[in-house]
Structures are given as C-alpha cells and as structure tokens.
C-alpha cells in the first residue's frame, strides 16, 4: 500500500470548517483512499473512501486532488464530538489489511 | 447483530498464561481483521481472515500468537505464555467483503499481563 502522510496535529474552533490534510504521492491506479477517525479509547470509526472522484456523506466530503496525489478530508461544522485522531490510508481494492499510520490529532475547541 | 462484539471487554492475566479473546463479527461479513494497539501507539495489524482461510498473517508478531476462524463466523486469537509485552487493546474488525468497501471494529478487549 502506498504511504501517506499527516501533519500530527491540528486544532479547529467548534462550528468551523476542519480541513484535514493527507499526502500520498504513490498511490497507484487502483488504490483508494480511505479516512477512519479514533475518538478516545474507542475502536476506530469509518468516515469515507474514494477513488478519484469528490465523495460527500453525512459525517464529512473528501476532496482528492486530480493527479490524486493529496487530499483533504473536509467536516464542515466541527463539533467538539469529532475530537479524535483522524487516520488517512491507501488500499488497493484487492488488499484485505488496512495499513494504519500515526494519523492526525484533532482538537476541536469551544 | 448491531456490530461487532468482543469479548471479554477488560482481561487481566498473569505472565505465562494463555489467553483466548474472541470476536463476534457483523453477520454476513466474510472479511475479518485483528489489529492491537499499545498504550499511545498506533494500530498494528495483526492477521487478516477471508471466510475461514487467513491469507495474510503478516503481522502476528510471534508464534505464541495465533487465531482461528470457524463457520465463517466467529473468530478467536490466542496468545500462549502472555508477556507483559502483549498489554495491548486487541481490537477486531468486519467487513462485507475484502477490498473496497468499510470496516466496522469493535470497541476492543484490553489485555493487561502482571
């Protein structure tokens, strides 16, 4: 699977807009991108997966660049819930594991 | 059921014991994956099932580590001799199928060996 990179931390005032960062400059063809959140002590929460396209869901929207090189995991009214460590992955459509890195720390402050 | 349940929740066990955790994955997902995670570390996988056979089992760090699945369904890890090195939460995960498509975890068991 292709590595990805986070910045490890980032805070975000509650009702704004998080924009969460992720690089993956050697995902290939068939490789998605997908986003998980860890809320404290529990298991880790799907958020969204795409493959080249923009995807929006109820929790959140990703945004992959065109060279699908980056993207950005966009919650658009952050509430102090959504504190977690946000992890961004690649995985090939046919890889069972998911590779999880260090991921980002989100804060979301009142 | 709801999701995937894991049990026990909390186990503590003396240094040389045998432990089992055990998984009950979402019904109908035939892809299923143990990952464990040291206190402030990240995920580590662990071994990966699709239906009964574990074509990736990469990760067990050790042959005191194994696990098995059976009917599809349920799946137990087991550590024989624990050391304290294995104080992790061992968490599990299910999928409707392997590949492109979500995983849903558990909320873990945290294993402490003294």
């Known amino acids: 699977d292709a590595k990805t990179t986070q910045p490890p931390s980032m805070d975000c005032a509650e009702g704004r807009a998080a924009n969460l960062p992720c690089n993956h400059s050697?995902?290939?063809?068939?490789?998605?991108v997908y986003w998980y959140r860890q809320i404290h002590s529990q298991g880790p929460q799907y958020i969204i997966h795409?493959?080249?396209n923009n995807e929006t869901n109820e929790m959140a929207s990703l945004i992959i660049t065109e060279d699908r090189k980056s993207s950005t995991l966009i919650l658009p009214h952050a509430t102090l819930r959504d504190t977690a460590v946000y992890y961004c992955?690649?995985?090939?459509?046919?890889?069972?594991?998911?590779?999880f890195g260090a991921g980002t720390q989100v804060v979301v402050t009142p | 059921g709801a999701g995937v349940s894991q049990s026990p929740s909390n186990k503590v066990t003396e240094k040389g014991k045998d432990v089992e955790l055990r998984c009950d994955p979402i019904?109908?997902?035939?892809?299923l994956y143990w990952y464990r995670q040291s206190l402030g570390q990240g995920l580590e996988f662990l071994i990966y099932?699709?239906?009964?056979?574990?074509?990736?089992k990469s990760g067990l760090p050790s042959d005191r580590f194994s696990a098995e699945r059976t009917g599809g369904s349920v799946s137990t890890l087991t550590i024989q001799r624990t050391q304290q090195e294995d104080s992790a939460v061992y968490l599990c995960?299910?999928?409707?199928?392997?590949?492109?498509?979500?995983?849903?975890f558990g909320q873990g068991t945290r294993l402490t060996v003294v």
């Open positions: 019904s109908g997902h035939t892809a």
């Open positions: 050697t995902i290939s063809g068939n490789e998605y």
């Open positions: 795409g493959l080249k």
């Open positions: 992955i690649v995985r090939a459509d046919s890889w069972g594991k998911l590779q």
């Open positions: 995960a299910s999928s409707y199928r392997q590949g492109n498509t979500e995983a849903f």
């Open positions: 099932f699709q239906g009964n056979s574990a074509p990736d």
